[in-house]
């Protein structure tokens, strides 16, 4: 039992990550049915930025998500400008590869500059404390990351239902056109969402990288992968299904690692994958219309 | 107040729109008349600006509109009441309404149209935390009627207002419009239900694949011996 809440303690905290990102995955999918397979690199440049913002401006931990957040923000709505919105009105399939090549080049790029190696987040930007709790042993960086995620996460939940924008990008993501007869700009709700997204993503890459300590060019493929898988397993397109696909993804992967072996579990995750898209394709929230995925 | 001056429209290699023209006079009801896939909707559409005419002249109070992004359509008082209601289906009747004033910042302005939409339809006053989705078809109808004077329109387009509805629904639907139009709202409203559109025009139009091809007073028209066989049931 103890060992069992030990692994809840450490899933939560990646799940939690997972979740942020699979939010990004989620929304942008809702408003343009184009799964971003950017997304997880753009987590890895906000996990960039912020390492730098720590390194050479010094800031504390939070400003530095902060920065990341905003870059990320910048670079979110930059790339939709330029890669996306040209191909609104192709099809699917090469906005997709669009995608596929963005992430390759914001890979490589990153490599290209930085070069290769790991980079590694400097301890004294969060030293480590541990509490021993009733037995269990708690990270304050666990605690850190659950916090703050799920902090972001209720923002998310309050810019999305109650104000005016957050309400635009549901009218947009049901029906592009009555939002349009609204007054509702698309292309700058779409802007928003991408910014929102993409922020997410860099609050996300900055807690990798708190909570893993490095960082390297191509930490965004698996994390941005899995987090991919826990976006389809709550329903794609779903806001509340991506923070539970996040946090069941996060756990399903700590218990892998805790009760069996750490080496299944990338297979697990994907294997997981498989599943859904076997038995329930519109996710564990997704109404069965068929058309989602 | 709008002159719609020899439009064409494609969609693709459809030719929808063929050179059409019509003009909407400031405080009037215009009906287009018309059987199914005449080019009602594509007229409508044409003039919120989400498709564009490839020639001819859209002018609103003067202003040309072929060249203005839809958004900026509705905001010099242009709204839609489009075919088949497309009310936001997973949001509230609220947020319904609240997205109708999307461009309005003025609290009290909106707050006040509010109040006059669920006097006006005291239904949805009662639904308006329940998600538009779970309305009925007449409900979402008054609904989207409710969301496009939500921008308080000088111009509001109506495509259909009363398909799919019952017979004692469409009275009250068209006795809304009339109310609508006497308290200064214009009025273009495309119908296939001719004989009840012109009964409360005072202009109006016929289209046929694409073009006009009657015009005159509603009353007239109402008479002439072509509407009554095509759209009047004899
Ligand atoms: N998206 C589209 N792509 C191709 N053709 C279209 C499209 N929309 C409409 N059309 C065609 O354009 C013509 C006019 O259509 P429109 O929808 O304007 O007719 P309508 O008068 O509104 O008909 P209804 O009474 O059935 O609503 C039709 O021939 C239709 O098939
Ligand atoms: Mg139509």
């Known amino acids: 039992m103890l060992e069992f809440s030990q692994q809840m303690i450490n899933g939560l905290s990646l799940g939690a990550i997972y979740a942020l990102i699979a939010l990004g995955y989620t929304m942008v999918y809702g408003i343009i049915k184009l799964i971003n397979f950017a997304h997880g690199d753009i987590m890895m440049v906000g996990a960039y930025v912020g390492f730098f913002s720590i390194t050479l401006l010094g800031t504390n931990i939070v400003v530095a998500m902060l920065v990341a957040m905003i870059f990320c923000a910048a670079l979110g709505v930059i790339m939709e400008k330029i890669a996306y919105r040209p191909l609104r009105n192709s099809t699917r399939i090469a906005a997709l590869i669009t995608a596929i090549g963005l992430s390759l080049f914001l890979e490589y790029i990153t490599v290209v500059i930085l070069g290769p190696a790991q980079k590694v987040f400097p301890a004294s930007a969060f030293p480590v404390k541990v509490y021993n709790i009733a037995g269990l042993s708690i990270l304050n960086k666990q605690i850190f990351v659950f916090v703050s995620a799920v902090l972001l996460m209720l923002i998310l939940q309050y810019i999305i239902k109650r104000t005016k924008t957050g309400k635009a990008m549901r009218a947009v993501s049901l029906d592009q056109e009555a939002a349009v007869l609204m007054g509702i700009s698309v292309d700058r709700t779409i802007s928003i969402t991408f910014a929102i997204g993409s922020a997410l993503a860099a609050a996300a890459g900055v807690m990798i990288g708190v909570y893993y300590q490095t960082i390297n060019p191509l930490m965004g493929i698996i994390p941005g992968l899995k987090a991919f898988v826990a976006a389809v397993l709550g329903g794609i397109g779903l806001i509340p299904g991506a923070m539970v696909g996040g946090f069941v993804m996060g756990l399903l992967e700590t218990m892998v690692s805790g009760y069996g072996n750490s080496l299944y579990r990338d297979a697990v995750a994907f294997g997981v994958l498989i599943i859904i898209l076997l038995i329930k394709p519109t996710g564990l929230f997704g109404k069965n219309t068929g058309e989602k995925v | ?234």
């Open chain 2, 1 to 234: 107040m709008l002159k719609v001056k020899g439009i064409d429209v494609y969609y693709g290699a459809i030719h929808a729109l063929k050179n059409l023209s019509l003009e909407v006079e400031e405080g009037s009801i215009v009906t287009l008349i018309g059987a199914n896939g005449a080019g009602k909707t594509t007229t409508l559409k044409s003039i919120s600006g989400i498709l564009r005419p490839t020639s001819g002249s859209i002018l609103f109070k003067g202003q040309e509109l072929v060249k203005i992004a839809p958004e900026k359509i509705v905001a010099l008082g242009i709204s839609q009441v489009p075919e088949g209601r497309r009310v936001f289906q997973e949001m509230s009747v609220l947020e319904n309404l609240e997205m109708g004033a999307y461009l309005r910042s003025y609290k009290k302005g909106i707050q006040e149209d509010m109040d006059n939409v669920f006097s006006r339809f005291p239904r949805l006053k009662e639904r308006r935390k329940q998600s538009a989705g779970t309305l009925s078809g007449g409900e979402q109808q008054m609904l989207a009627i409710g969301r496009a004077l939500m921008a308080r329109p000088q111009l509001l387009l109506m495509d259909e207002p009363s398909m799919g509805l019952a017979p004692l629904l469409v009275v009250e639907i068209f006795n809304i419009i009339k109310d609508i139009n006497s308290r200064g709202t214009t009025i273009l409203l495309v119908e296939q239900n001719a004989n009840m559109a012109l009964s409360i025009a005072d202009q109006a139009y016929v289209i046929e694949t694409g073009d006009i091809v009657l015009q005159g007073a509603a009353k007239e028209l109402m008479q002439s011996e072509e509407v009554k066989k095509a759209y009047l049931g004899g």
